[in-house]
């Protein structure tokens, strides 16, 4: 039987020659991931399995990255619960604020915990990035990552899928985060239920590992339930450099059956920017109208990369964020602001007027470091722009790229990346 | 199980449901006082025990807090009805022991303030002020028993 890429990464970890879609399998996990927020709910569920240990304590990464550095005295006893649950059992992928740590979807390719062919769980909606690298990964809630530290297994439903055919290449300053946001736009929040959405084409070629990242991690606000990308000499490369393990390399068999096909052209993408309130609100860059904003927000685990700094420099470079517009620029990892202020970027934003952050998922969920107030608007890098997601109830939060996150800010208004120019 | 209805629309997000902010506790009657705050801002003091969310297309969409169904189930509501249900959510209300049934007929028909009447082991839906029936799937005997112990970690912990 032809299996999707998805389809024959679950088979292999549930020990079958095949699997099919709908059906029931209970599956062996290479990394179970956690962040402050629900790593304190699994260690509840945990206790109450009535196991003392993790099942490989290597294999569990807990990242502390939502409320931190400590935004309040809860935020940082729930941060104390899981270093100490860290600490108790031997984590080895424990990650400290400051030392090498940074936004959980981010740092884990960049310590190389994730490689191709892996399977990985994590308590987090947007562990579907690591789709990027070719293995299969989604997000699950508290009870099931307490339920895969215990056991070191789960069950699955073998997805169904989309295939995205993807060709040519995209023009300058349009990158992953447009494509992502033009098939949201397509297919709706719900587009891909449960499915798997499997890039494909050889389009894939022209993108660059972090628009892969950006693009995976964002099939979450499709409603899949995992994203992936072939792997490819790009990959590979990734992997190496990042002294992943050794990749296991799956691919979809040709006669694979998809729910459906959607064909794009990437050099037909103009940027894209997701209106309030949903992520598949979408309208190119020209539709957008006269939008006045008050923040901007460059970074998260879609595009706090470093491409996505240099990408967001290049705009800012001898520029000025315009009046009555703040500016937040937060490099996703320590090694990427360490990146971004060897090669001068931090001088640019600050020079331009940004505030510049240490890593931290902050402003993106509305936890801290750039909380919106009544009526305000912002252009943000981030994922989601739910009702009050990043405040107030009547702040409006529009998704874009880098490019056109700079751009706005320096316009003043939602801008195309070549406007102010 | 019998309730009133609170009714929402489609995509109902679990930023909405308990929204970021009050996500610095893991305990559920904290979270369950912010419930539905962002999306109708009373809920949590007018709802009572047995009431019911009914709701559109891919509830529970986004995050994936289980916070979300832990401060629905904290509030007192019996049960969820949606015509779909977001999948991460899925897995979260049945992993903690929240009822929830997917009907869309249900999910369209029943009217906010219905009294509705569930019986998770038929999935047979009653709107009693409607007089009107839906039936949706029920869940296999094995989750049923999963949702009555309270959810996962309980029903393995009374299965060892």
């Known amino acids: 039987m032809s299996m999707t890429m998805t389809q024959k990464i679950l088979a292999a970890h549930a020990g079958q020659r095949e699997v099919h879609a709908g059906e029931l399998v209970m599956a062996r996990l290479d990394l179970v991931l956690g962040n402050d927020i629900t790593t304190p709910v699994a260690i509840g569920e945990f206790r109450k399995f009535g196991r003392d240990k993790v099942f490989d304590r290597e294999k569990i990464a807990l990242v502390p990255d939502h409320f931190t550095p400590n935004k309040d005295i809860k935020a940082a006893e729930q941060c104390a619960c899981m270093r100490s649950f860290a600490k108790e059992q031997g984590i080895v992928n424990y990650f400290e604020v400051g030392h090498d740590c940074g936004i959980e979807h981010a740092l884990l390719p960049e310590k190389g915990l994730v490689t191709a062919g892996d399977l990985v769980i994590g308590a987090d909606s947007h562990t579907c990035t690591y789709g990027a690298l070719g293995a299969f990964a989604t997000g699950v809630g508290s009870t099931d990552m307490a339920a895969g530290m215990a056991a070191g297994e789960t069950w699955f439903r073998v997805p169904s899928a989309i295939r995205i055919e993807l060709t040519g290449s995209p023009r300058h300053h349009v990158g992953g985060k447009d494509l992502i946001l033009h098939l949201i736009g397509l297919i709706g929040v719900d587009g891909a239920r449960y499915m798997s959405l499997e890039f494909a084409g050889p389009g894939v070629a022209s993108l660059s590992m972090d628009d892969r990242f950006a693009v995976a991690n964002m099939a979450i606000e499709a409603g899949a339930k995992n994203g992936i990308f072939p792997v490819d000499g790009k990959a590979l490369d990734y992997l190496a450099e990042h002294g992943a393990k050794p990749p296991e390399v799956y691919s979809a068999d040709g006669g694979a059956e998809y729910e459906r096909t959607i064909s794009i052209d990437l050099s037909s993408l103009k940027p894209t920017v997701a209106f309030p309130h949903l992520p598949s609100n979408t309208r190119t860059i020209d539709e957008v109208g006269d939008i006045p904003i008050d923040q901007v927000v460059i970074g998260s685990c879609t595009n706090g990369r470093i491409s996505d700094m240099r990408v967001a420099a290049e705009v800012f470079r001898g520029r000025k964020v315009a009046p009555g517009v703040r500016a937040i620029v937060i490099p996703a990892t320590q090694r990427i602001w360490l990146q971004a202020l060897e090669e001068g970027l931090l001088k640019v934003f600050a020079e331009a007027g940004c505030v510049v952050s240490t890593p931290t998922c902050g402003p993106c969920l509305g936890g801290h470091m750039g909380i919106l107030a009544k009526g305000e608007r912002c252009v943000a890098t981030t994922n989601r722009n739910f009702v009050g997601r990043m405040g107030h109830v009547e702040s409006e939060i529009y998704l874009a790229s880098p490019a056109v996150a700079a751009a706005s800010a320096v316009a003043g208004r939602i801008a195309a990346p070549n406007d102010e120019q | ?160």
């Open chain 2, 1 to 160: 199980m019998t309730g009133t209805t609170f009714k929402y629309a489609d995509n109902v997000d679990t930023d909405v449901i308990i929204p970021a902010r009050y996500l610095n506790t893991p305990d559920a009657r904290e979270l369950a006082v912010h419930c539905m705050e962002d999306i109708d801002p009373s809920f949590a003091k007018r709802v009572r025990p047995g009431d019911i969310i009914v709701a559109g297309r891919n509830f529970g969409c986004g995050s994936s807090r289980e916070h979300a169904p832990i401060s629905i189930k904290a509030c007192g509501v019996s049960c969820v009805i949606a015509a779909s249900f977001a999948r991460i959510f899925y897995r979260n209300a049945l992993n903690i022991g929240l009822p929830i049934l997917e009907c869309p007929e249900a999910a369209s028909a029943i009217a906010a303030g219905d009294r509705v009447s569930v019986d998770l082991g038929t999935g047979e839906i009653a709107d009693d002020t409607t007089g009107r029936r839906f039936k949706a799937e029920p869940f296999p005997p094995f989750m049923q028993e999963l949702i009555k112990a309270g959810g996962l970690a309980e029903y393995l912990r009374r299965a060892k």
